[in-house]
């Protein structure tokens, strides 16, 4: 079945204003407890060495996901950072999101052609993390992909139409001219994530209901519901990548499922996560 603007997008409702003002607030909170919460981390299950790839989000650079590399290398996994700088676009004015999306295909690429290169030199499928709208890269790559890549994780990524974001009148100003953008170009907005074939690679996607910035309406993926799990977390959408909770659930799926922790049958972690 072909994913449309409206798989997904039934709730557009954009997050709680009282969730965005306070996203500063909870990121310094979440970077403060990962920090604390170091010493247990050793307790969570090892990697077995091969790479993964973090993708930042709209606006990040590596640096924004440099702590959630440390982590995975501590948990004995070899995480490179994307290496493209910034991920932002060029596109503006009277462009429009047309223009947008043809900036998007070409990072995808330009990802793509790292991933290889990796794959090359270490004769193993690559993980991706992507952060934000960095997931929606690293989803579309897996379609289009899969024989260099074995399963990936996404943050707080918005999947379904972008009117559910907090950015979105903001984003509408920087490349549709203040315009509202047409039915048909959100449609090809969204379909753009599952182009490329059908999906052979795990998804895991984990969104948070108090997210400030993804309303909680368009952050579940569409693609083969056989490959994908839906995960909520408590995170705030900017502290996906520095949340002891988002690298405690990462470090368990990234093991087989006879290695991993039983976390949502742990009373204490319960009421944190929910898979849909």
Known sequence: MPVTSQTF???????????????????????????????????????????????PGFMGADGSTSLLRRFLKNRGYKAIPWGLGQNASVAQGEQGLDKFLAERAQTEKLISQRIEQEFEETGRK??????????????????????????VITLGTPYGDPRGTALYAVMGRMYDNGDAVDEASLARWVAHTYRGGDLRVPILVLYSESDGIVGAGIAKCAADP??????????????????????????????????????????????????N
């Not at 996203?23 to 604390?36: H, P, Y």
């Open 9 to 55: 997008t039934a709730d557009l409702t954009p997050p709680k204003l009282s969730h965005s003002i306070m996203e500063l607030g909870r990121v310094f909170l979440e970077m403060g407890s990962s920090a604390l919460l170091g010493p247990l981390f050793k307790t969570l299950p090892e990697g077995d060495g091969h790479s993964i790839m973090t993708i």
């Open 126 to 151: 690559l993980t991706l993390i992507g952060w934000s709208l960095g997931g929606l890269y690293a989803v579309a790559l897996a379609h289009q992909y899969p024989q260099w890549i074995r399963q």
């Open 226 to 275: 056989r490959y994908v799990t839906n995960m909520a977390v408590m995170a705030s959408h900017v502290g996906f990548p520095f949340n002891p909770l988002v690298f405690a659930v990462i470090a368990n799926h990234l093991v087989p499922p006879e290695q991993r922790w039983s976390l949502c049958s742990s009373p204490r972690i319960r009421p944190f996560v929910h898979v």
